[in-house]
């Protein structure tokens, strides 16, 4: 069984305070997928990233950026030099690569809240 | 570009009624998935499409079923809908299992 934790519940920051979202996981398959959504006030889950078991690059767009350590099985995510409109919550999700057919296990959440 | 459609966005029933969800993936997506999501919760896997047949189910229960056509749309049906069932219901395409999911912007049922 595959499993996402996101250990902080809400993280609350002042605009342009640099902040990161700690996301751990669990699964037995070699090869599986690490997903970032974002989910503001209005509701819609939107897509950020997606990483393969087998590329542990990291990856910056714009003011994120991504931390993918297969030894500490984590996908942590920064953004920096926050905004307002980065508050939201963020999900991290797996999808594991054998057995799954592509069904997302998400994990609880981070609300983050950007105070001006 | 096209998104994930999904309608009705609201939906006000009550107990013992039934509800009909619609999704309508991007085209050219193959696969189709259905989630819910209770307040302050994480979103939970229901049942997937892939080509127009069931390929993962999840906790779903027995009271609701779903199909998805030759047009590749999906209708997720709800029969006697219990106060728990009031949630955020989110369809979400993608072109092949192992990709990135794309979201509607989820159906938001109520049950009185």
């Known amino acids: 069984a595959q499993k996402v934790t996101q250990a902080q519940t809400e993280i609350s920051v002042v605009e342009k305070e640099d902040v990161t979202l700690d996301c751990v996981y669990e699964?037995?398959?070699?090869?599986?997928?690490l997903f970032w959504y974002k989910q503001p006030p209005s509701g819609e889950l939107v897509f950020l990233i997606r990483?393969?078991?087998?590329?542990?690059q990291n990856e910056i767009s714009g003011r994120y950026s991504w931390n993918f350590q297969k030894s500490t099985s984590s996908f942590n995510f920064t953004i920096t030099a926050s905004q307002v409109v980065d508050s939201a919550v963020y999900f991290c999700?797996?999808?594991?690569?054998?057995?799954?057919?592509?069904?997302?296990?998400f994990g609880q959440g981070t609300i983050l809240t950007v105070h001006p | 570009a096209a998104g994930v459609i999904q309608s009705p966005r609201h939906l006000i029933k009550e107990k013992r009624e039934t509800a009909t969800l619609k999704c309508y993936p991007i085209?050219?997506?193959?696969?189709v998935y259905w989630y819910q999501q209770g307040p302050g919760q994480d979103p939970q896997f229901l049942i997937s499409?892939?080509?127009?047949?069931?390929?993962d189910k999840g906790s779903i229960p027995d009271r609701f079923s779903a199909q998805q056509f030759s047009d590749y749309h999906s209708e997720l049906n709800m029969s006697s809908l219990e106060l728990g069932d009031s949630a955020l219901y989110f369809c979400?395409?993608?072109?092949?299992?192992?990709?990135?999911?794309?979201f509607g912007p989820g159906t938001r049922l109520t049950v009185t």
């Open positions: 999700a797996l999808v594991a690569g054998g057995t799954s057919y592509g069904k997302l296990t």
């Open positions: 990483r393969n078991s087998f590329d542990e």
């Open positions: 085209p050219r997506h193959d696969t």
């Open positions: 499409f892939y080509e127009k047949m069931q390929s």
């Open positions: 699964t037995r398959d070699t090869t599986y997928y």
């Open positions: 979400a395409s993608s072109f092949g299992t192992l990709y990135e999911q794309y």
